[in-house]
């Protein structure tokens, strides 16, 4: 463990630095709220360093986490007063103790280092913060570069977006680096866009729904649903099914489009359908929880052979056989309140050997899935062709950004 004596001894000096870097950012983004009411976390606060900073600059209502208890004693035995001290590792991994979007800001000063927090914690430090609310972070100059990716990706996914990024005093010994990085970015907001695009759904459904409630709610939306996507610029139905339309050639060499048994999962009022039977594709069949959705695909005409009303899930859908199906594609079902990780299983059985799995992510969901799919992966289940992000939805006020997967089915 390093102590604060050894931090000092070594001339550290960029508490103070990044500490005004997000009180600039505070002034610009909260202009009319007391720092006294802003709810600030120190990720990684160690001994309390940027506590004590933030204390100077007026803020009160700071809560420190860590994942060594002894740092955090250092920190209350000097007296720094966090309202909270949590110990706990910062990864990708949820931290049960802190609510999404619980913080208006949070700040993290010499702690992203690649050998302490790696860049995907960067995705759990957002979701503590409030949306509208600030993430700011000091990073070593060079290793800038190791990071960069990811706050790139979480940029171009319209997540955040950067308020600044300079240069700040790291070290003041001579033997010791003189700069290193601080950060200001900004968590962008979808709720009030979500909300205003799908009133009638909006936070209805999530992850611990029921299938009962996960279906009457599409029953309900089915009618308004094609309007409500469509306004909200929905864009990834075209782009998916090109997506598994790359692939497609590789892996049936022999077999014309129109022989290729497709299951479209989640399949709705049919856009899917739609996308695919323009690219040549003629058997595809539809899986849906919600009869009203499939009635809608159904008025419109969508070409499906066949219309299977039935969740999907861990358990086995009867209405199919296993390794029924060259491809199943699904646009927009796998989400939390939805198709859930379990589902994966059944999906693959679906599939014959050496068939496709083709489907969207939402940005924010990937880490919900990754353990599943890495662990078929891992045991030779299916392998992974190829992976991308696609277009979402082409409004300004909503995500930009989803990931399209495509893998490659080995053995049952
Ligand atoms: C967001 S919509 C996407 C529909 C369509 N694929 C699209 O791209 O527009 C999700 C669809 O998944 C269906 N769904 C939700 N949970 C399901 C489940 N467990 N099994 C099967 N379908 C489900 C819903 O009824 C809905 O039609």
């Known amino acids: 463990m390093i ?17 005004e870097c997000l009180d600039v950012a505070v002034n610009e983004v909260f202009p009319n709220i007391k720092k006294t009411q802003l709810k600030i976390l120190d990720a990684g606060a160690g001994t309390g360093p940027i506590g004590i900073e933030l204390l100077k600059l007026g803020y009160t209502d700071i809560h420190a986490l860590d994942i060594s208890q002894e740092m955090l004693n250092i920190a209350k035995e000097k007296g720094v007063p966090y309202r909270r001290f949590i110990c706990c590792p910062l990864t990708e991994k949820k931290i049960d103790e802190l609510e999404t979007g619980e913080f208006d800001a949070l700040i993290s000063a010499g702690t992203l280092i690649k050998a302490n927090v790696r860049p995907e914690a960067l995705v ?25 990716p990811k706050m790139t990706e979480l940029e171009e996914a319209g997540i955040w977006e950067k308020l600044s990024g300079k240069k700040i005093p790291y070290y003041n010994r001579e033997d010791m680096p003189s700069y290193g990085f601080g950060f200001v970015m900004a968590i962008r907001t979808y709720e009030a866009s979500y909300k205003k695009y799908f009133p009638d759904t909006y936070e209805k459904i999530g992850k611990d729904s029921t299938h009962d ?19 909200a610029g929905a864009a990834f139905h075209k782009p998916l099914s090109d997506y598994m339309n790359s692939f497609v050639k590789e892996s049936f060499p022999n077999t014309p489009k129109d022989q290729l048994k497709i299951l479209d999962a989640g399949a709705g009022t049919g856009p899917i359908g739609i996308e695919l039977d323009k690219l040549g594709y003629t058997c595809v069949h539809a899986l849906d929880i919600s009869e009203e959705m499939l009635n809608v695909a159904r008025q419109k005409g969508v070409p499906y052979k066949r219309f299977i009303c039935t969740a999907l899930t861990e358990k086995r859908v009867c209405e199919v056989e296993t390794g029924e199906f060259d491809i199943v594609i699904a646009a927009g079902a796998l ?4 198709v859930r990780p379990e589902a994966l299983v059944e999906i693959v059985r679906m599939v014959k ?31 992974k062709l190829g992976s991308k992000k696609i277009p979402y939805f082409n409004q300004e006020d909503m995500p930009s950004y989803a990931y399209g997967f495509t893998y490659k089915v080995l053995k049952k």
């Open 213 to 231: 409630e996960v279906r009457q709610l599409y029953d309900e939306w089915a009618v308004k649903y094609d309007e409500q996507i469509g306004a």
């Open 353 to 383: 050997k050496g068939g496709l799995v083709c489907f969207s992510l939402r940005y924010n969901e990937v880490d919900h899935y990754e353990p599943k799919m890495t662990e078929l992966e891992k045991e030779g289940i299916w392998e």
């Open 335 to 338: 989400i939390m309140a939805n």
């Open 124 to 148: 759990e430090m957002i979701r503590i913060v409030k949306t509208g609310g600030l993430v700011c972070f000091s990073l070593r100059y060079n290793e800038v570069d190791d990071y960069q």
């Open 3 to 19: 102590s604060s004596q050894e931090i000092g001894a070594a001339g550290a000096c960029f508490h103070k630095p990044l500490a």
